[in-house]
């Protein structure tokens, strides 16, 4: 079978439900590539993270189309056989770091965030050792609120000392960076810095606490 994917969002950075599909459809040893807008596929993979993303206009030639992602207002996960799978990096090949998430989920319910909706109350998920990439060090997670779980503090207590270094990019919790939380992350080795989420003015405080904590 030939199988198209299409990030909707662009490749700024990499699709990791796409990689997934990507590495489980090669397992079947089925040809995959980016879709060109010209061939025809057996099966076309669209993927939308961001509902302000522009959506794909080209005609496609294909005899399915199958969308996902929260952009299309999509909460399905993917099936487990291809969740389970390890992401097929080859796909964006300017990408030298792993990317996945530890957790899934969040305790807060904020009015403006669709975690709630689509994940539920936060829960382990994955082992950092099964996300880290055998060619880097480097791993970007994804999760939404890791120091709420107490598998999120346990896999990054086990991260110190070892060699990897790491971004969450969604942002810490502050207000659950207590001194001793402070302390365990300063023992990490970080990408470039320690991101705190601030959606509103009203946690400006408490990440001045928690920066001053890490400060210490």
């Not at 382990?124 to 099964?130: D, G, T």
């Not at 896999?155 to 502050?174: H, P, T, W, Y």
Request: some cysteine; overall charge negative.
């Amino acid at each position: 079978m030939k199988i198209g994917l299409i990030d909707v969002d662009g490749h700024n950075f990499p699709n990791l439900a796409l990689m997934k599909i990507s590495a489980w459809q090669k397992s079947r040893k089925h040809h995959v590539e980016w879709c060109d807008g010209l061939s025809h596929y057996d099966i076309v993979f669209m993927s939308k993270v961001f509902d302000f993303s522009p959506d794909w206009t080209q005609c496609l030639d294909a005899d399915i189309i199958i969308k996902g992602g929260t952009g299309y207002g999509i909460y399905d996960e993917l099936p487990t056989e291809i969740d389970d799978m390890f992401p097929d990096y080859s796909i964006y090949p300017k990408v030298d770091y792993a990317i996945g998430f530890l957790t899934r989920g969040c305790i807060r319910k904020c009015p403006w965030c669709v975690v709630p909706r689509k994940e539920g109350m936060i829960r382990a998920y994955r082992k950092w050792q099964e996300i880290k990439r055998p060619d880097s060090r480097d791993i970007v997670f994804m999760d939404n609120n890791v120091l709420a779980c107490d598998h999120g503090l346990e896999q990054i207590e086990s991260m110190i000392g070892q060699k990897v270094r790491v971004d969450f990019n969604r942002g810490l919790d502050a207000r659950l960076i207590t001194p001793e939380v402070a302390e365990m992350l300063a023992r990490l080795k970080w990408i470039r810095f320690i991101r705190m989420s601030c959606d509103t003015d009203a946690m400006l405080d408490t990440v001045m606490t928690a920066i001053d904590r890490l400060g210490k």
